[in-house]
């Protein structure tokens, strides 16, 4: 179970029994903080540099404060309150770069940026976040332990011991702040078959379950019963009825392989995705926000080494600068790569060989630019295009991925994302020639691994690894 799936779970039932209105209004704070930051610091900003609070300041302090609804609002009180202190104070700060470009892009479109001064517009843009990180950690804080007072903690049991029931108490005992302390199982199988025990207490079967609830004053209850048992979930909601508890249904998964579940419904249909990309919503926004920012800083200032590469690629060996090969992309639809020539042919067909170590096709220059990966940095141009990512899974040619998609479970399922220049799977030690069926089947495991764990940090963590790996590999050739 995804964390993004228990916070849709837990987002009604944060707050305790008999919880004081502090705890609340703190939650309400850490929701309104960004629009109040945001579009309260330009008054104070305007006085300190002697600058006249006019018409125009008003409008964009409305328009920064409205625009902050929609980019800096980091999730629902649930996740605000179980996210760790770097993830939030990551997430405000990228979602506070948005936010930036979007009102960059829309003065440089009205032509109105030139009536503010710059002092206090670049003022607002590197101390607001600041004062919204700190604070929102302070409420943070503040929040979690109003909450985590066990005596208050709303009771719940879990009907049902299943992979997803079990992970889902130990993420609820792990998080106090949640205000839900769970007593226990219920299942018709007994405690030396379900291995829950070193979980939770196994409190009853089934059918016990309505009158332990009445008699002990729960709270809460997570049906988690397998899809065979839906006629069994139907009569004991008809029993519940009986009962003042608040019932979710927890749908066992567990069987399947998913990839970025969540929870969602279309048009009032409850629905759990089970194999979906994770760039839904604003995510996909922040990850073109640093794909171009990463690709242009980068083209920008290799300029004179790509100048160089350029040079001596023509100067090496007759041919073209650029390599473009067909590749899959998103959805496995078929883009063109740029790469440096480092090779003497120009394979683009339906049978591609793979270089190889000692490979006489690669030309001296070439051999150098490969060492270091130094023939990929041209598809900074596709990161731009939009048709790759910095960091992602790695394309392969199209004979390539034609063979493997055969010989690979869940091969295809790599391309819901955009292709990346390097991935969790290069700085796994995945590079070079993939000789065995087995060394393509890690590279995929990889790929699946980021795509199941995919966040901004990560994605940093990778761009990092991929300058060590660059220096320490030899499987590069």
Known sequence: MS???????????????????????????????????????????????????DKPFLVLSILAAALTLAFLKPGNSSSQIISGRLELATNLLLRWAVLVAALLAMGYVTKFSEDFSRRVVVTWVLVTP????????VLQGVARAL???????????????????????????????????????FDDRGSDRLGC?????????????????????IDV?????????????????????????????VPDVSGFDVLQQRASDILGMPVVAMCETPFHGYRGLVKR??????????????????????????????????????????????????????MTVTENGDRVTQASRNDTRVTPVGRHLRRWSLDELPQLINVLQGTMSVVGPRPHAVAHNE????????????????????????????RGETAKVEEMEARVLYDLEYMRRWSPMLDLEIMLATAVAVVRTDRAY
């Open 130 to 137: 600041v004062l919204l990180v700190i604070l929102s950690l």
């Open 147 to 185: 909450l985590r007072d066990a005596a208050q903690a709303r009771r719940a049991v879990i009907v049902g011991c299943t992979p997803a029931s079990m992970e889902m108490q130990r993420r609820l005992s792990k998080h106090g702040e949640l205000g839900l302390s769970v007593a226990g199982f």
């Open 197 to 217: 025990a070193k979980y939770a207490q196994l409190l009853g079967r089934f059918s016990d379950v309505a009158s332990f609830v009445n008699r002990r004053n």
């Open 289 to 342: 926000l640093m794909d171009v920012t990463v690709a242009l800083l980068a083209l920008i200032l290799l300029s004179p080494l790509l100048i160089g590469i350029a040079y001596a690629v023509k100067r090496g060996s007759p041919g073209p600068v650029l390599f473009r090969q067909r590749r899959y992309g998103l959805d496995g639809r078929e883009i063109m790569v740029y790469k440096f020539r480092t």
């Open 221 to 249: 209850i997570f049906i988690a019963v397998s899809p065979g048992q839906v006629t069994r979930v139907r009569e004991m909601v008809n029993e519940l009825g009986d009962t003042t508890a608040s019932i979710y249904y």
């Open 403 to 430: 063979e493997y998609r055969k010989l690979i479970k869940r091969y295809m399922v790599r391309h819901k994302v955009l292709p990346g220049i390097t991935g969790l799977a290069q700085v796994r030690g995945c």
């Open 3 to 53: 964390f993004e799936y228990q916070h849709q779970l837990t987002q009604p039932i944060v707050l305790k029994r008999g919880t004081s209105l502090l705890a609340p209004v703190l939650l309400w704070l850490m929701d309104a903080l960004p629009a109040v930051l945001a579009g309260g610091m330009f008054y104070p900003l305007t006085r300190m540099y002697n600058v006249e609070f």
